[in-house]
């Protein structure tokens, strides 16, 4: 088990440009989450997928926001058109399927700086 | 809807001296509670979870919290700080919408001097 891992840890790029950010979640996990991480604040929710189905979406995920799970592995999150305000620490996160309440798997994240 | 607030920003503590770290939570209905700990350049990990089970929960590393419903608070306590504690600790409440939505709080920086 190699844990919850995330591509590329850190990224830097140019306004208006667009990103891409992966994440391979626990093999046997079935759900995966997105989180945003803004300095000196807490994780915030983003998205959640249940296998490939995206079931929940904030509303802090803009239009500019797209994510995907394929064939319910890995996982991407597009930015397009990014805005400096998009600068933040994206987390990635997975947990299996039981019932009642379960630990979420965090990944290291990757740091997006927007310049 | 359901939120915590963690009531210190920053914690300053000496090795081998207790830790509380505070949390008050709001929810409409029996919470699910939850601190993680976020070390710098490493994911968030969970010392320890509040699922309606005992009220006083052991958590990993010597960590613990108690659910108390009166005061809705659900503080972290450990009886001897060690460096390898200071991190940034986030008290983090469920919020139950049909799969396990994790609402943080701010967060509160521990620092460990010897």
């Known amino acids: 088990d190699t844990g919850v891992s995330q591509d590329p840890r850190h990224k830097i790029t140019k306004r208006g440009q667009n990103v891409t950010f992966r994440c391979d979640p626990i093999?046997?996990?079935?759900?995966l989450y997105w989180y945003r991480q803004t300095l000196g604040q807490g994780p915030e929710f983003l998205t959640y997928f249940q296998n490939e189905a995206q079931l929940e979406k904030s509303r802090l995920l803009s239009d500019r926001f797209s994510a995907e799970r394929p064939k319910g592995s890995f996982s991407t999150l597009e930015i397009q058109r990014t805005e400096q305000g998009d600068s933040a620490m994206y987390l990635c996160a997975s947990s299996p399927w039981t019932s009642g309440d379960y630990e979420q798997y965090f990944g290291p994240g990757t740091r997006l700086t927007v310049t | 809807a359901q939120s915590v607030t963690q009531l210190d920003s920053h914690v300053s503590v000496s090795e081998g001296t207790p830790v509380l770290l505070r949390c008050n939570y709001s929810s409409s209905y029996s919470p699910s509670l939850f601190w993680y700990v976020q070390h710098p350049n490493k994911g968030l990990q969970l010392l320890l979870k509040y699922t309606s089970a005992a009220t006083l929960v052991k958590g990993i590393n010597g960590f613990e919290a108690e659910f108390k419903k009166s005061e809705t608070s659900f503080h972290l306590t450990k009886p001897s700080a060690h460096m390898s504690d200071a991190a940034e600790y986030f008290c983090?409440?469920?919020?139950?919408?049909?799969?396990?939505?994790?609402?943080f709080g701010t967060g509160t920086r521990l620092l460990v001097s010897p």
């Open positions: 983090v409440v469920s919020q139950n919408t049909g799969f396990q939505k994790l609402v």
């Open positions: 093999s046997e996990h079935n759900r």
